[in-house]
């Protein structure tokens, strides 16, 4: 058989293409794409991410079409009971067994830095949504995954600076005590210093905990004119109640949502949170892209979206993005492809994912609406200012990350 050179190049071409195909439908693990949702589902935290985080999830894999790469997304879930040990053990089995390829959702910032340690081990992938210390991508940082929502150090920058530029400069903390509680205090504690204030006192609470009786007293009888609260779900639920309870606010002391989530203002109402500042990452009324993706998830689950839920889709629907852009599921392929993709999208403003494994983007200093401005059931803040991206988190420069370039 006689080749002309035409022909030869043909081949080459035609043989090239095949193994190119033949290649990345390899790197496509066991012919299926698995995400594995971890959160707490059923405790504290069930409504600021729970059960409502899994169906933005599985809104992201219906939105690519069920499918990447010719390869079906499987979608496993469960409850870490906001257990490090639950969770850890979950994730080892997702990974031994089923052959997960992405771990996504986790709150509880103490069973978080006990899976990422997993997937550290394992090469594996996580994004983390829910969870709020910020040594998730500093001193716990690892090359196996992504910190996406918000972390504790925007949330001290953006609350307690404005609350102290108002005047509230001495401070008492009411903490959880645990990893979350203890950064947030932390960085509450620096910013407030830094802005001029102190903290005259603080107590750390059991998590969870229902009765907040002798923390509140403790908060009346400290002189501080703040009461920082440093927990979160229902813990901040039961706290502000409590405070409320006793008169605490009518004695002329001012509670500070450290990390306020929807969820919590529309249960609380209106009438016991109005004039609450508090820092979010999203908001479902800010914008149009913002809007029209939280109807649609109303429309699904009958309630609007925390700031956690509507990051649960983003960060799913970039992850899907780079497996189909990367024409893998390897962790390590999909991470770096990640991270040199900007991320623009309903959620997320200026946003990217730094060598920290966080994600920065822009944060928004909001105030709880009185029920006089309120329009409707879930128009509940006034966003009053945005926090750059590059001002809300952690310089590089002050990071003890082992990835960080020094």
């Known amino acids: 058989m006689t080749f002309n050179k035409r022909s030869l190049v043909s081949t080459v071409a035609i043989a090239a293409t095949v193994l190119a195909t033949g290649t990345a439908q ?184 229902s009765d907040f009786s002798s923390y509140i007293l403790q908060a009346q009888g400290s002189g501080a004119d703040i009461v920082g609260l440093a927990n979160a779900g229902s813990d901040t639920v039961n706290a502000i109640k409590t405070a409320s309870q006793f008169g605490l606010t009518q004695t002329g002391q001012q509670l500070a949502g450290l990390l306020i989530f929807l969820n919590d203002v529309h249960a609380m109402g209106l009438e016991a949170t109005q004039g609450l500042l508090l820092t979010t990452g999203w908001y479902w009324d800010m914008d149009e892209p913002s809007r029209e993706w939280a109807e649609r998830y109303f429309a699904r689950v009958g309630r609007m979206p925390t700031m956690v839920q509507a990051g649960v889709y983003s960060s799913t629907l970039h992850y899907l993005n780079a497996v189909e852009a990367a024409g893998t599921d390897d962790a390590e392929t999909v991470r770096a492809r990640m991270a040199e993709t900007p991320v623009e999208d309903f959620f997320a403003r200026n946003g990217r994912i730094r060598e920290d494994g966080r994600m920065v983007h822009d944060m928004y200093l909001a105030e709880v609406k009185s029920p006089e401005e309120s329009t409707g059931e879930w128009d509940l803040y006034e966003i009053k200012s945005t926090i750059p991206a590059e001002e809300a988190y952690r310089p590089l420069g002050e990071s003890q990350c082992d990835l960080v370039s020094q």
Request: with cysteine; glycine share 12%.
């Open 26 to 209: 390899a790197e496509m693990s066991d012919d299926a794409v698995r995400i594995g949702y971890l959160a707490d589902m059923s405790g504290t935290y069930r409504d600021l991410a729970g059960p409502g985080g899994l169906e933005a999830l599985k809104m992201a894999v219906e939105d690519v079409g069920g499918e990447v790469k010719g390869v079906p997304i499987e979608v496993f879930s469960a409850d870490d009971r906001n257990s490090a040990d639950v969770g850890a053990n979950t994730v080892r089995g997702w990974i031994d067994q089923q052959n997960v390829d992405l771990v996504a959702g986790m709150v509880a910032s103490s069973v978080t830095i006990a899976v990422t340690k997993v997937l550290e081990e394992a090469n594996g992938l996580g994004i983390v949504s829910g969870s709020a210390a910020s040594s998730i991508t500093n001193e716990h940082c690892t090359p196996n995954h992504i910190h996406w929502v918000y972390d504790t150090y925007p949330l001290a920058h953006g609350t307690a600076k404005a609350v102290v530029e108002q005047g509230g400069d001495k401070w008492f903390m009411l903490t959880a005590d645990y990893a979350f509680g203890h950064a947030l205090e932390g960085d509450v504690t620096r910013v407030v210093e830094e802005s001029g204030g102190e903290v005259v006192g603080g107590v750390r609470h059991p998590f969870p905990t």
